[in-house]
């Protein structure tokens, strides 16, 4: 089937606006992960989900950033008040479950500018 | 301390030879995975190798194989016969935790580039 899918790929905005990331993944897939990779660096984990469930959020920057799953499928990542500093590459991530033994299946990503 | 260490920020290598990208651990967690990925220019992250804590046998997937030293607890990709397609950024990560292995670790990567 389709792989990890993401929306958009691009994203300028204004600071201070909010901004909507979509993931959508791999079709019976019950774990859901989102990163952040800014220019150059690693991939600092954001939040997961099992089902719709996040069972840890400490991973969020701060409370301007909000994430949710619905129906076991798609995720929103919400990020209020835009800064300059969330500029980066928003990386999705979908596996089996949540044994240490499952793949993790990236989607294209989503490239944020914060202007 | 660091989880996941790849102390190569850049490496090269000549086309057609054997190159490895090294990568050390730490966890307390008798069940981990680890896993290498290559991200390319065009940013996209490639599942490349899977080894368990639990393994045998060191992993091995048409030119990647892993090195694990568990005693050690490094897990160094070594790519045999490397093709320029091979110049890439390539994490190491690890998942801890035998079924709630819900958050992941990845070390900052190495450069790889292949020189004709």
């Known amino acids: 089937g389709a792989g990890v899918s993401q929306s958009p790929s691009n994203k300028v905005t204004e600071k201070g606006k909010d901004v909507e990331l979509r993931c959508d993944p791999i079709?019976?897939?019950?774990?859901l992960y989102w990163y952040r990779q800014s220019l150059g660096q690693g991939l600092e984990f954001l939040i997961y989900f099992q089902g719709n469930s996040a069972p840890d959020k400490s991973g969020l920057p701060s409370d301007r950033f909000s994430a949710e799953r619905t129906g076991g499928s798609v995720s929103t990542l919400t990020i209020q008040r835009t800064q300059q500093e969330d500029s980066a590459v928003y990386l999705c991530?979908?596996?089996?479950?949540?044994?240490?033994?499952?793949?993790?299946?990236f989607g294209p990503g989503t490239r944020l500018t914060v202007l | 301390a660091q989880k996941i260490t790849q102390t190569q920020p850049g490496m090269f290598v000549q086309e057609k030879e054997a190159v490895t990208l090294d990568c050390t651990y730490d966890?307390?967690?008798?069940?981990?995975?680890l896993f290498w990925y290559k991200q390319p220019s065009s940013g996209e992250m490639i599942f490349l190798i899977y080894q368990g804590s639990y393994d045998q046998q060191n992993a091995t997937e048409g030119r990647y194989s892993l090195n694990f030293q568990k005693a050690r607890k490094s897990a160094n990709l070594v790519i045999s016969a490397s093709q320029l397609g091979d110049s890439a950024m390539y994490f190491c990560?690890?998942?801890?935790?035998?079924?709630?292995?819900?958050?992941?670790?990845f070390g900052d990567g190495t450069t790889l580039t292949v020189k004709p």
């Open positions: 079709s019976g897939h019950t774990a």
């Open positions: 991530a979908s596996s089996l479950s949540l044994l240490s033994t499952d793949t993790q299946y």
């Open positions: 966890t307390s967690d008798p069940s981990y995975g």
């Open positions: 990560a690890m998942r801890e935790g035998l079924t709630n292995a819900g958050k992941s670790t």
